[in-house]
């Protein structure tokens, strides 16, 4: 019997959100256990005795009778949801009860009620982002520290105290309420499209990581697609943008693990299932008054996924696109991303007068690719000195060995001859962070 | 040709999800090996943790497990090899080292003299 791939990451954020909604969003630490617990015993008995019929109803089953035993021994010490007090207190009514909540068909609920639950505006974007991954990927600790490159202490705080906040509640979120849903519908974008992001130009080195962050942000989008309520136009939008984005994601680096650039990309690698899909939800995405950035920016990756070759992109749309994006989502890094394609519609000294005319620039004295933007665009003004400056600041920037030799690669082009340099497109694709 | 039942102690079987899914498929990778080379006699039997023990002529119940948990045996198998060195052999390709535990391996009593 094979296994799906990610088949126990999956699961997990299944029962763990199953679990809580029996034990009580004060209990989201024994849930947990017991998930782990079920997949513990999943490990022993499969190795020696090979993967059951239906593997997933066998982790399930597992797990509510692991929760069976808690509810009985905890009788009396709140073990379990209030609303649920009075079927889980009777011997009579608990497994029933607990056979009912965890049918098939209340688990997508469960799963949406977790996603909803973790992004509580009490806690920061990346504390969400962060608390989503634990719970509902099955990320531990060191993997949820690796993908934001913090430290596996600092991660593990920071989870111990966002779970204690949302310890505080009472319910873990009304997902039946259809006005709760639409008010925290946003939020939960958001916190997707940081988790895609994270995993497509983050700061992370263990590309494996990355790769799986996108994998995960898009398994949840789908989620929200899949609900009638959550699959607005921005939502499918977003889900878009991810399509389109993740289809270059085989092109993107290179077998000796380096990046290479969307100039360089060989097209005939980025994966056409996603492009479709994208483009499809694009179109339905289309519809209604409202647009939102995930809009212009799936607009922007569809360009690039229809152009034939990078010498054929249609560099006017794309500057037009990001006019737009100045309008609904104005921040430097958007005007740095329009600055590049203004360099590639009409050279780089109006690139560069663009980026001198930007008045918050200082707030990208961090970012690695303002750097490296201005370094291209000197270089390609005929300031190899000025390139350099830019090039060796990027490289003092960079946040992973990936990006380092991106950049090194780069500073080295500057000392030798032009041939080998691949212009201000090379950097293009790292264009996205927010 | 003799039998050698492999008692596996002290595997941790912790880490993330994915990661004790790489684990799993370690192991299904390395008994179908076994399988195919016709190595295995019994697949055994996983064993869980919790235990009891019946003690003494008043037969008391305590409750267990009555190992540490780096000590317990969490499942085992029997397979036939030439002699005890072939089975050692046999049992390093196991992924339970990665584990945190180790293979004991013990002849299985022969019934003909």
């Given at each position: ?6 088949l126990?990451r999956?699961?997990?954020?299944r029962?763990?959100s199953?679990l809580?909604r029996?034990?009580?969003?004060h ?8 998930a ?7 490990l022993e008995?499969?190795?020696?005795r090979g993967v059951p019929?239906?593997p ?11 929760a069976l ?15 649920l007090?009075?079927?889980l ?11 009912d909540?965890l049918l ?10 977790m996603?909803?639950?973790c992004?509580d ?7 969400q982002v ?7 990927c ?18 593990e705080?920071?989870l111990?105290r ?18 709760q849903v639409?008010?925290r ?5 958001r ?5 895609f ?7 992370s080195a263990e590309?494996?990581?990355?790769a ?9 989008t ?5 609900d009638?309520?959550?699959?607005t ?6 889900g ?7 289809a270059r994601?085989p092109?993107r680096?290179?077998?000796a693990?380096?990046?290479?650039a969307?100039s360089?990309q ?11 899909d994208g ?10 008054p ?12 569809a ?13 006017t ?5 990001y ?8 921040s ?5 991303n329009r ?15 663009e ?6 620039r ?11 933007a201005?370094?291209?665009l000197?270089?390609?003004s005929?300031?190899a000195?000025?390139?350099r400056?830019h090039f060796r600041q ?8 990936m ?11 500057c ?10 497109e090379?950097?293009w694709?790292?264009a996205?962070?927010? | 040709m ?5 008692l596996f102690r002290?595997r941790e079987?912790l880490?993330s999800?994915e990661?004790?899914q790489?684990?799993?498929?370690k192991w ?11 190595l ?6 996983p064993l869980?943790?919790?235990a ?10 305590h409750?267990?497990?009555?190992a540490?948990?780096?000590d317990?045996v969490?499942?085992?198998i ?7 060195d072939?089975a050692?052999?046999?049992a ?19 019934m003909?003299?």
């Amino acid at each position: 019997m094979p296994l799906d791939d990610h088949l126990f990451r999956r699961e997990y954020g299944r029962l763990v959100s199953s679990l809580t909604r029996i034990f009580g969003v004060h209990n989201l630490g024994l849930a947990e256990d017991v998930a782990q617990e079920a997949f513990c015993r999943a490990l022993e008995a499969w190795s020696l005795r090979g993967v059951p019929e239906n593997p997933r109803a066998w982790l399930m089953a597992t797990a509510k009778n692991r929760a069976l035993d808690v509810i009985r021994r905890q009788r009396t010490a709140a073990g379990h949801a209030p609303e649920l007090e009075r079927v889980l207190l009777s011997e009579q009514t608990v497994e029933p009860a607990l056979d009912d909540l965890l049918l098939p068909g209340a688990l997508k609920d469960d799963l949406l009620r977790m996603m909803f639950a973790c992004c509580d505006p009490r806690l920061s974007e990346g504390t969400q982002v962060a608390l989503m991954l634990q719970i509902l990927c099955g990320f531990s600790v060191g993997e949820t520290a690796a993908a934001f490159m913090s430290h596996h202490a600092a991660m593990e705080k920071r989870l111990g105290r966002a779970k204690a906040v949302l310890a505080t509640s009472r319910h873990l979120f009304d997902i039946a309420s259809s006005l709760q849903v639409v008010r925290r519908l946003p939020a939960v974008q958001r916190a997707l499209y940081l988790m895609f992001n994270e995993g497509y130009h983050g700061a992370s080195a263990e590309t494996s990581i990355r790769a799986d962050l996108c994998q995960e942000a898009m398994r949840l989008t789908a989620l929200l697609l899949n609900d009638t309520r959550c699959a607005t136009p921005a939502t499918q939008a977003l889900g878009a943008m991810m399509c389109l984005h993740a289809a270059r994601l085989p092109a993107r680096v290179d077998d000796a693990g380096d990046l290479v650039a969307l100039s360089e990309q060989d097209r005939t690698r980025w994966d056409q299932t996603l492009v479709v899909d994208g483009l499809a939800l694009l179109e339905l995405a289309a519809t209604g008054p409202s647009l939102s950035g995930y809009h212009v920016e799936a607009a922007i990756a569809a360009i690039h996924a229809n152009a034939a070759d990078f010498e054929s992109t249609d560099w006017t749309a794309i500057v037009s696109l990001y006019d737009t994006l100045m309008r609904l989502q104005p921040s430097p890094i958007v005007a740095l991303n329009r600055a590049v394609a203004i360099a590639l519609r009409s050279g780089p000294a109006n690139a560069l007068a663009e980026i001198r005319a930007m008045r918050d620039r200082d707030r990208l004295s961090g970012y690695p690719f303002y750097f490296a933007a201005l370094g291209e665009l000197e270089y390609q003004s005929g300031n190899a000195e000025l390139a350099r400056t830019h090039f060796r600041q990027a490289l003092s920037l960079a946040r992973n060995p990936m990006e380092r030799r991106f950049y090194a690669r780069r500073l080295a082009a500057c000392d030798t001859d032009a041939a080998s340099f691949q212009g201000l497109e090379g950097i293009w694709d790292r264009a996205f962070e927010a | 040709m003799s039998e050698f039942a492999f008692l596996f102690r002290g595997r941790e079987p912790l880490g993330s999800a994915e990661q004790q899914q790489k684990t799993l498929e370690k192991w299904r990778a390395w008994m179908a090996e076994l399988q195919q080379r016709g190595l295995i006699t019994d697949p055994g039997l996983p064993l869980e943790d919790a235990a009891k023990r019946v003690v003494g002529p008043d037969r008391v119940v305590h409750d267990g497990p009555f190992a540490e948990i780096k000590d317990l045996v969490n499942g085992f198998i029997v397979v036939t090899a030439d002699d005890i060195d072939a089975a050692c052999e046999i049992a390093k390709g196991c992924p339970i080292f990665e584990q945190g535990g180790g293979v004991e391996i013990r002849p299985v009593a022969s019934m003909t003299p």
